[in-house]
C-alpha cells in the first residue's frame, strides 16, 4: 500500500436520503395525511424525529396509470403508503412473468466482466469514494399498458389512500407475496424497513396496527399457499382463517443467543401430549427429537411449508388413542400454524388417503446416520440457501476458489476458505444468503439487502457506514469488515475522530457476473459447491 | 460429471487414433506423416496450456475448470502416443530432440505425478486432523512457541529447577523454531512421534510434579505442532510440484516453437 492517507468524512446514517428530492412542504404535506397525522410527533426523540424518519428513510414516488409497484416473488427492503389515489392489488394466481416486465437483475455483460482482468485495483480493498443515492431495482417501474385486459382477465383488489402496504415482505424478509399496480394517477410514500422499525418504536398504536395485520395477512396468505385446503370450497375460508391460530415460538432476534453460545430451543411439543391439531410451519425452523436414554436423538427439522403431528391428528380422526410419537423444539425462532382437528375432519381428511410416512420413522435409522443432520442443525447451517462447502477428500488446497473470488470483486476475495468441518465436509465462511439473514436486522441505513431478482443478500458499498452491526448479527462470522483504501492506495481516514473508515464484506454469490459463483466454476477437483440444505432435507425425499 | 469425463478421454483416444490413421495414410501417399503427428501434438499441447490461461480468466463462464482439468489430463496421456509416433522412437537421437524428449518426460511425468498427489493427499490432510490453512502456519507455530515458553517459564517458577530450561536449549528449541521432519511427515513414517517419545521418556524421571504439570501441557503442544508440521508438508508439496510442472513446460513450449522454425527452415 503506498504512503499516506486519504481524508473523507465518516459515512453515516441518514447521509444518503433514501429520496434525494424531498422538501419541508412535502414532509409536512404527508405529516398531515393518515397514518402520521395521527401519530404523536413528542414521543419521537429528537434524534430519531419523525420528520427526520421521513425525511431521510422515505421517498415519494408519483405513480401513473398501469405503474407496477410491487412484482410478486421479489425481495424489496420497503413498505408504501398510499398518500393519494389507490393502487390494485392482483388476487391469485397474479400477473404472468411477460406482463411484469421480468428481467434480469443488471449484471455485468461478458466484456465488462473480461476487463476486470486489468481493471482490478492492484490495492487490497480501494474504493472510488463515490457516494450514489440509495437505488434499488426494484423500483426500474414497468408500466401495464392495457389496464381494461388485466381487470378482466385478473382478479384485483382495490387498496385506497391512508393504506400501508408491502411491510409484510419487507419485515419479514420474505419476497412479495403479490404484485401491485395503479389504476389512477397516485402518490405513495415509499418507506425503507428501517424507517418503520423507527415508527414502530416510537408509535405503539402504528405497532399494533403491523403486527395485527402481519399476523392477519401471514396467516391468510399461507392458508391459501398450502395444499392442505385444496378441497375446502372458498366460502369456507373465512371459517378456516378464523379457527386457525398464529403461534410464534422463540425469539425473531435468536442469533443474540446463539452468537453468545447458548442454543436456546423452546419447546413447542412433547412425546407423548396428546395431538390437538396439525401443526403447519409458516416460518423459521423446529427440531423434530425424540427422547433416547439420557439424551435426545435429533430426528429431522421442519421449515417453512413442513408438518408436525399430522399422523397423530389422523389416528385420533380415526377413534384411535392417539399421542405425539415425538417432541418439536424451536431453533432459534418459528412462526407456526395451528390447524385444529375439528377442520381438518371437515374440509382435509374426508379427501385424502391415509398418510404413510410418519416423523418417527426417522428413528430407524442408525445413530450415526443422524449426526450430519444433528450436525447441520446445532450449527443451524439449515438457515443456509448457498452455503460454500467443499469436500476437504478433493480440495488440494489450491485457493483456485479464493483467486477467483478476487478476480470478481476488484482483487478482494469475500470469504475465507475456513470455517467448521464434519467428517470430510467443511461449511466455509462464506455467506449462506439464509433463508431468514438475520444480518439485515439491525442495518441503519438498508445497505444489506436482498436482490430483487434472485434474493441474494448483497451489500450497497455506497451506503453502508462501516458501523458492524450486520457483522456483529451475522450467527455465522460470514461479514467481515475491511478498512478502505483511495484508488492509490492510500488509508481512508474520517478527519474527525482520526480513525480509519471501513465497510462490510461477504460473498454476494457473483450476483452481477455472468456465470455464477466464480468459486465454483473455478475448482478443478469439483470439490466446492453451494448448497441449499433445505434441498437435502429428508423430509423433501418423502 | 463422470459421463462428462468418459465423453472426454472418448474424444482424445478418437483424437489418437484419427492422427495414427492419417499419418499411416500420409506415410503411404509418399509424404511426411512426420508433419500430421508434429502440427497434431503442438495443437494438443497448446490446448493443455489454456487450462492455466483459463485459471487466469476466471470472472468469465468458459466452461468449469473441473472439464478444463479433464481434458488436461485426457489430452495430456494422449499426447504421450501422439509424440512418440511423431518421434518414431522413445528415445530420439540427435542431442535438441533428445534435450526436447527429455523436457517432455518431465512435464509428463510431474504432471501424472501431480494428478497423483491429488488424489492422494487431500485424504491424508483429513486424517491428520484439523484444517489448517499453509500462510498461517508460521503464526500458528508462533503461537505455539510463545506457549511452551509460558509453560516453562511458569515451571521454572514454580518448582525452581531449571530442567525444563535446559531441555528446551538443547532439543525442544530447535524442534519448535519451524516446521521440522519433511519428508517423514511425507512418507507418513512414525519418526516425529518417536522422536517426542524418546524426548519425553528421557526427561520425565527428572522433573518434579510442578514441571511435570508443564510438560504434560508442552506434549500436547508437540502433538499439535506435529499436526501442523504434517500439514506443512503435505501441503508443500501440493503447492510446489507445480512450481515445477511449469516452468518446465513453459521450457518445453519454447524449445518445441523453436524445433517448429528450425523444421520449417531447414527440413522442408
Not at chain 1, 141 to 157: I, P, T
Not at chain 2, 85 to 90: D, E, P, V
Not at chain 2, 180 to 206: D, I, M, T, V, Y
Amino acid at each position: 500500500m503506498a504512503n499516506g492517507i486519504k481524508l473523507v468524512d465518516r459515512p453515516k446514517r441518514w447521509q444518503t436520503p433514501f429520496g434525494p428530492d424531498m422538501s419541508d412542504v412535502d414532509i409536512d404535506r404527508i405529516l398531515a395525511s393518515k397514518p402520521f397525522s395521527s401519530m404523536d410527533q413528542d414521543k419521537f426523540p429528537a434524534s430519531t424525529s419523525l420528520r427526520d424518519i421521513i425525511r431521510f428513510d422515505a421517498r415519494i414516488i408519483r405513480a401513473e396509470p398501469g405503474q407496477i409497484i410491487l412484482r410478486e416473488g421479489e425481495y424489496g427492503n420497503s413498505a408504501f403508503a398510499i398518500l393519494s389515489g389507490q393502487v390494485q392489488i392482483v388476487l391469485g394466481d397474479g400477473l404472468p412473468p411477460n406482463l411484469l416486465g421480468r428481467s434480469d437483475d443488471k449484471g455485468k455483460s461478458y466484456a465488462q466482466a473480461f476487463a476486470q482482468l486489468w481493471q482490478n485495483n492492484k490495492h487490497a480493498e480501494a474504493r472510488k469514494l463515490q457516494v450514489n443515492t440509495a437505488t434499488d431495482s426494484e423500483n426500474q417501474f414497468v408500466v401495464l399498458k392495457d389496464l381494461n385486459q388485466v381487470f378482466n382477465d385478473y382478479k384485483c383488489a382495490p387498496l385506497p389512500a391512508g393504506q400501508l402496504f408491502g411491510e409484510l415482505a419487507a419485515l419479514g424478509r420474505m419476497p412479495r407475496t403479490a404484485s401491485v399496480f395503479v389504476d389512477q394517477p397516485t402518490k405513495l410514500l415509499e418507506i425503507r424497513w428501517q424507517g418503520i422499525r423507527e415508527i414502530s418504536r416510537f408509535n405503539a398504536e402504528f405497532k399494533q396496527a403491523i403486527d395485527t395485520k402481519y399476523r392477519e395477512n401471514a396467516l391468510r396468505q399461507h392458508l391459501q399457499a398450502t395444499d392442505l385446503f385444496t378441497h375446502a370450497p372458498d366460502e369456507a375460508f373465512e371459517e378456516i382463517v378464523a379457527s386457525t391460530l398464529f403461534e410464534t415460538h422463540g425469539s425473531f432476534d435468536w442469533y443474540l443467543d446463539y452468537k453468545s453460545g447458548k442454543r436456546t430451543e423452546p419447546v413447542i411439543a412433547s412425546e407423548g401430549d396428546y395431538p390437538d391439531g396439525l401443526l403447519l410451519v409458516r416460518a423459521g425452523f423446529a427440531r423434530v427429537y425424540r427422547s433416547l436414554g439420557s439424551g435426545q436423538q435429533t430426528l429431522t427439522y421442519l421449515s417453512a411449508g413442513d408438518l408436525y403431528g399430522f399422523h397423530e391428528v389422523y389416528d385420533q380422526s380415526q377413534g384411535k388413542e392417539s399421542r405425539l410419537e415425538t417432541s418439536l423444539s424451536a431453533l432459534g425462532y418459528v412462526d407456526l400454524i395451528r390447524i385444529p382437528l375439528p377442520l381438518l375432519e371437515k374440509y382435509v381428511f374426508p379427501h385424502m388417503t391415509p398418510p404413510e410416512f410418519r416423523l418417527r420413522d426417522h428413528k430407524n435409522k442408525p445413530l450415526e446416520n443422524n449426526l450430519a443432520e444433528d450436525w447441520l442443525v446445532y450449527n443451524r447451517f439449515i438457515n443456509a440457501t448457498a452455503a460454500m462447502v467443499i469436500d476437504l477428500d478433493s480440495c488440494v488446497r489450491c485457493d483456485d476458489c479464493v483467486r477467483a473470488c478476487a478476480s470478481t470483486h476488484d482483487g478482494n476475495p469475500r470469504f475465507k476458505r475456513h470455517g467448521k468441518v464434519f467428517d470430510n465436509w467443511m461449511v466455509t465462511n462464506a455467506c449462506m444468503h439464509c433463508i431468514d439473514p438475520v444480518c439485515m436486522i439491525g442495518c441503519p441505513t438498508g445497505a444489506i439487502h436482498r436482490s430483487a431478482q434472485g434474493g441474494e443478500v448483497i451489500i450497497n458499498d455506497d451506503t453502508c457506514i462501516g458501523c458492524g452491526t450486520c457483522a456483529a448479527s451475522c450467527p455465522y462470522d460470514n461479514i467481515t469488515v475491511v478498512e478502505i483504501a483511495d484508488g492509490a492506495g492510500r488509508a481512508v481516514v474520517d478527519p474527525v475522530s482520526h480513525k480509519p473508515i471501513q465497510k462490510a464484506t461477504k460473498c454476494d454469490l457473483c450476483h452481477t457476473n455472468p456465470g455464477g459463483p466464480a468459486c465454483v466454476q473455478a475448482c478443478p477437483h469439483d470439490a466446492l459447491f453451494r448448497v441449499d440444505f433445505d434441498t437435502i432435507n429428508p423430509l423433501n425425499k418423502v | 460429471m463422470r459421463r462428462k469425463a468418459i465423453i472426454i478421454w472418448l474424444i482424445a483416444a478418437t483424437l489418437v487414433a484419427v492422427v495414427a490413421w492419417q499419418a499411416r495414410q500420409a506415410h503411404l501417399a509418399l509424404q511426411n506423416p512426420a508433419i500430421i503427428s508434429g502440427y497434431s501434438a503442438l495443437a494438443v499441447m497448446i490446448a493443455l496450456v489454456l487450462f492455466n490461461v483459463r485459471k487466469k480468466l476466471s470472472m468469465i463462464p468458459l466452461v468449469s475448470a473441473r472439464v478444463w482439468l479433464i481434458i488436461h489430463v485426457a489430452f495430456g496421456v494422449a499426447l504421450l502416443p501422439m509424440v512418440w509416433l511423431h518421434t518414431g522412437s522413445l528415445w530420439p537421437e540427435g542431442l535438441y530432440e533428445q534435450v526436447l524428449i527429455g523436457l517432455f518426460y518431465l512435464v509428463s511425468g510431474s504432471g501424472i505425478f501431480g494428478y497423483w498427489l491429488s488424489l492422494t493427499v487431500p485424504r491424508r490432510l483429513r486424517h491428520l486432523g484439523g484444517e489448517i490453512i499453509y500462510e498461517r502456519i508460521p503464526h500458528e507455530l508462533h503461537e505455539v512457541r510463545e506457549q511452551v515458553k509460558q509453560l516453562i517459564f511458569e515451571a521454572v517458577e514454580a518448582s525452581g529447577h531449571e530442567t525444563l530450561t535446559l531441555e528446551y536449549k538443547q532439543s525442544l528449541a530447535w524442534f519448535f523454531a519451524r516446521p521440522r521432519f519433511f519428508f517423514s511427515h511425507l512418507s507418513g513414517s512414525r519418526r516425529p512421534s518417536a522422536w517426542q517419545e524418546q524426548k519425553a521418556q528421557s526427561l520425565k524421571p527428572f522433573l518434579g510434579e510442578a514441571e511435570m504439570r508443564s510438560f504434560e501441557k508442552i506434549e500436547r503442544l508437540m502433538d499439535y505442532k506435529n499436526k501442523v508440521d504434517g500439514h506443512y508438508a503435505a501441503q508443500s508439496f501440493l503447492k510446489y510440484w507445480l512450481y515445477f510442472h511449469l516452468p518446465v513446460s513453459l521450457s518445453l513450449i519454447i524449445f518445441v516453437l523453436w524445433h517448429v522454425l528450425l523444421v520449417h527452415l531447414y527440413a522442408l
